[in-house]
T-cell receptor, first 114, second 118 residues
Framework: AQSVSQHNHHVILSEAASLELGCNYS??????LFWYVQYPGQHLQLLLK??????LVKGIKGFEAEFIKSKFSFNLRKPSVQWSDTAEYFC????????????FGGGTRLMVKP | GAVVSQHPSRVICKSGTSVKIECRSL??????MFWYRQFPKQSLMLMAT?????????EQGVEKDKFLINHASLTLSTLTVTSAHPEDSSFYIC??????????????FGPGTRLTVL
């Protein structure tokens, strides 16, 4: 079965610092990749997604992620975080032959200090 | 667009009772909805896939007689936790996909329902 690993469980940054959250998956075939964000007290929202084409995907709120097939990775980045980025971030993978079944990573809790 | 709602947002019940949670797609038709469970400080675990007009598909280890899923219309799926016990206490989240509008089949998530069984 496929798995998704998010190596950083907790990240604390100061405002304006750069952010990179790791996501690795274990599936050798075609995958669709997603990053979701869950702000405190809110539901999961889609940040960005990769299906095909340019491996560098730009999402909302200045986030981007790069799909590196050889490394089975889809890391999330933001050059300068804000206090409002404090949230939990989930990476999710959907194998190309799995219907719509998403497998989620364990999540990374980001705290941005003002 | 692509708004998914859940009701109730929070429920507390006694052990042995049944609890029904509703998931609605508000501005689109969802042929498929998904039910997840999220334990504290853990990720989402898919419980079942609910297809309109047919039986739900349960993930391994999920008791289908305990977690009854009904997807009677294109905008509503319900999850009933039968004979709830304290170990069923969790955060239940549904999602839906809007295949008609979004060919990428992105899932849109509801706000979740926190179930506490005393």
């Amino acid at each position: 079965a496929q798995s998704v690993s998010q190596h950083n469980h907790h990240v604390i940054l100061s405002e304006a610092a750069s952010l990179e959250l790791g996501c690795n998956y274990s599936y050798g075939g075609t995958v669709n990749l997603f990053w979701y964000v869950q702000y405190p007290g809110q539901h999961l929202q889609l940040l960005l997604k990769y299906f095909s084409g340019d491996p560098l995907v730009k999402g909302i709120k200045g986030f981007e992620a790069e799909f590196i097939k050889s490394k089975f990775s889809f890391n999330l980045r933001k050059p300068s975080v804000q206090w409002s980025d404090t949230a939990e971030y989930f990476c999710a993978v959907r194998p190309g032959n799995a219907g719509n079944m998403l497998t989620f990573g364990g999540g990374t809790r980001l705290m941005v200090k003002p | 667009g692509a708004v998914v709602s859940q009701h109730p947002s929070r429920v507390i019940c006694k052990s042995g009772t049944s609890v029904k949670i509703e998931c609605r797609s508000l501005d689109f038709q969802a042929t498929t909805m998904f039910w997840y469970r999220q334990f504290p400080k853990q990720s989402l675990m898919l419980m079942a896939t609910s297809n309109e007009g047919s039986k739900a598909t349960y993930e391994q280890g999920v008791e289908k007689d305990k977690f009854l899923i009904n997807h009677a219309s294109l905008t509503l799926s319900t999850l009933t936790v039968t004979s709830a016990h304290p170990e069923d206490s969790s955060f239940y989240i549904c999602s839906a996909r809007d295949r008609g509008r979004d060919p990428t089949d992105t899932q849109y998530f509801g706000p979740g329902t926190r179930l506490t069984v005393l």
